[in-house]
């Protein structure tokens, strides 16, 4: 019996498809942003030795910044903040550039501008559970090394001062745009591939497969969609290809 569909042409299909899940997962951080980008309530947090304006979620690390809501408010204890190196943004994909003597400022309304100090790195494992009740200071924990979550780190960082809250001081996460960005790459990426694929009977197999997964990106922009199990299918994508 002769396949269908000749087996390039299905390794092609099969790629675009988990391509456009690492896209997906993108276009959903990205919908995040748009949505809490005009918010006055929204804190940030700043790093400028490695270009960080991030907003703070207490939603899900998968939206960006996290706060983790059994930790304290800044200036008044322990707080802790999560982020990706990579997908969802990479908030804290250069974390590791961080040096003693950095600052780090938490821009959060009702409280003010508040100044941290980087005073040290540590690499855990990923089981490692950190005390909430660590003095007036600030952690900000990610994954380590970078495409792995087999070990976190944590940055520590001392508390400075609060200053008064500038209302102009932070500026609404430009990169929430990009979502429309990425969407234009993968149909124009489908688009050029089906143009010039050689096998011309199954071009109209990538035009269609281009249509759709651009119509699911548009669809999870508009209509955000949980992407735990997505990464999790991934993983297991990657782990099998690892073997």
């Not at 997962?25 to 490695?50: C, L, R």
């Not at 207490?58 to 983790?68: Q, R, T």
């Not at 100090?117 to 007036?136: E, K, R």
Request: proline share 6%; glycine share 6%.
């Amino acid at each position: 019996m002769k396949f269908p569909i000749k087996l390039p042409t299905l390794f092609i299909l099969v790629g675009m498809f988990i391509i456009s899940l690492y896209l997906l997962i993108e276009v959903d951080y990205y919908s995040y942003s748009a949505t809490i980008s005009d918010s006055n309530d929204t804190p940030y947090v700043v790093i400028p030795s490695i270009g960080v304006n991030e907003s703070i979620n207490n939603k899900s690390i998968d939206y960006g910044v996290y706060y983790e809501p059994l930790s304290s408010l800044p200036g008044e204890g322990t707080v802790i903040l999560f982020g990706h190196r990579t997908l969802h943004g990479s908030p804290f994909l250069n974390l590791n550039e961080l040096q003693s003597g950095d600052n780090v400022y938490l821009e959060w309304p009702g409280i003010g501008n508040v100044e941290y100090t980087v005073s040290n790195t540590t690499i855990v494992d990923a089981s490692y559970q950190i005390p909430l009740y660590q003095g007036n200071t600030l952690f900000l924990i990610t994954c380590y090394p970078i495409s792995s979550d087999t070990q976190r780190m944590i940055i520590g960082s001392k508390y400075d001062n609060t200053t008064p809250l500038q209302s102009t001081q932070s500026k609404p996460n430009s990169q929430s745009s990009d979502a429309f960005l990425i969407i234009a790459g993968l149909f124009g990426g489908g688009m050029l591939l089906s143009k010039f694929y050689p096998v011309k009977q199954d071009k109209i197999l990538i035009v269609i497969a281009t249509i759709a997964l651009t119509v699911l990106l548009i669809y999870a922009y508009f209509f955000p969609v949980p992407t735990d199990g997505i990464e999790s299918l991934l993983t297991n994508i990657n782990n099998f290809f690892s073997l």
